[in-house]
């Protein structure tokens, strides 16, 4: 379907998911407001086909804004024959074109030891159909994927526990906003591993056990389900790249400034090039690209202005440069802090 994988299997299910997670925790909570509720009950399977009924909408609309500006849509695997032709798979359809944008997008890449079988080692994909919850989940990756996918299940009961090889959860926020998140996740019950890895894993019929390594300290956790959110590969293989000679960079497009490969008339947008993986970026990056390609002269982007949210609880949000970073950078910059409890909606919110 069209829309590629935030629509279908990233961003919109997992929010409208969230969603359902948060209604869930406010009605546990509803005593605080004052309000009564007995006998909470929640059914996951109703949730995922919520989630799908959201992005079935979403891609009709798609679909729909095709047609009115008169798109042509083509169903098929495409791959180059030569610069300027596509070879449509299976009829083998030719499509001729002056200037070409690869837009495959990427996947959840496996992780050494840990193969994806998609029943037992899984990645986001398979978690947003999943309509029956595990009783232990590890979660391999403390980013937005990992950190979201935490939120919601805890949520809903199921023991949850991460695994991220760097010191912090969310290693691309500022340290302190990471610390907090892990503060909140320890209240909500969300157990996590930091500076950690899987070392060695048992996958069998009535559970997956996981060695993890920490320095010098393994230890052991026992579970029904592991979640891949630990990096992506790029959709590249089947594209055709060697024929035209495309360079690649760990299987990403390599592209410049203005979104061109080293190939004249073919650029790369999106997660395909490996920067910034959020569907705003590869957006304005298609914009970028359409107009540069229709004579204009429009300015390359700066990624450091582009906004960055996990939509776990607490949420997280950031915007250009942080502290360290800006340090780091050696720009010379000051950081403060508001305290979230003397800001009268958390206040009022009590969430904090």
């Not at 298609?286 to 700066?302: K, S």
Request: aromatic letters at 6%; glycine letters at 8%.
């Amino acid at each position: 379907t069209l829309g590629g994988v935030c629509l279908n299997w990233g961003c919109i299910p997992s929010k409208a998911l969230l969603k359902n997670a948060e209604v869930l925790e406010l009605f546990r909570r509803a005593e605080a407001f004052g309000i009564s509720v007995e006998n909470v009950q929640a059914d996951f399977g109703k949730a995922i086909d919520r989630s799908r009924r959201v992005v079935d909408t979403l891609t009709k609309g798609v679909a729909a804004l095709l047609r009115k500006n008169k798109v042509q849509h083509i169903k098929g695997q495409a791959s180059f024959s030569d610069a300027n032709t596509l070879e449509i798979a299976p009829d083998g359809r030719k499509i001729t074109a002056s200037n070409i944008i690869i837009a495959t997008g990427a996947r959840a890449r496996s992780i050494p030891g840990l193969e994806i079988d998609k029943k037992q080692v899984i990645t986001s994909r398979e978690a947003l159909e999943m309509r029956k919850l595990p009783n232990r989940v590890v979660i391999v990756g403390g980013g937005a994927t990992g950190a979201e996918f935490a939120y919601l299940w805890n949520a809903y009961g199921v023991e949850v526990t991460i695994v991220e090889l760097l010191p912090h959860l969310l290693p691309n926020e500022d340290e302190e906003i990471s610390r907090f998140l892990e503060r909140s996740f320890t209240r909500q019950g969300i157990n996590f591993h930091t500076s950690a890895k899987v070392s060695k894993a048992s996958v069998k019929k009535k559970g997956i056990s996981l060695e993890i390594q920490r320095g010098e300290e393994a230890s052991t956790l026992e579970c029904d389900l592991v979640l891949i959110a630990a990096g992506v590969q790029a959709n590249t293989e089947e594209i055709g790249s060697s024929k035209i000679a495309l360079d690649l960079d760990r299987g990403f497009v390599k592209v410049n400034s203005e979104m061109a490969t080293n190939v004249p008339g073919v650029y790369a947008i999106g997660d395909v090039t490996g920067i910034m993986l959020l569907a705003h970026v590869g957006m304005a990056q298609g914009v970028m690209t359409a107009e540069r390609i229709a004579g204009l002269d429009t300015p390359p982007l700066d990624y450091q202005f582009m906004p960055r949210a996990t939509y776990c609880h607490p949420q997280v949000a950031s915007f250009g440069l942080y502290g360290a970073a800006g340090q780091r950078a050696r720009i010379r910059c000051k950081s403060w802090q508001v305290p979230l409890p003397g800001q009268r909606q958390s206040t009022s919110h009590r969430r904090c």
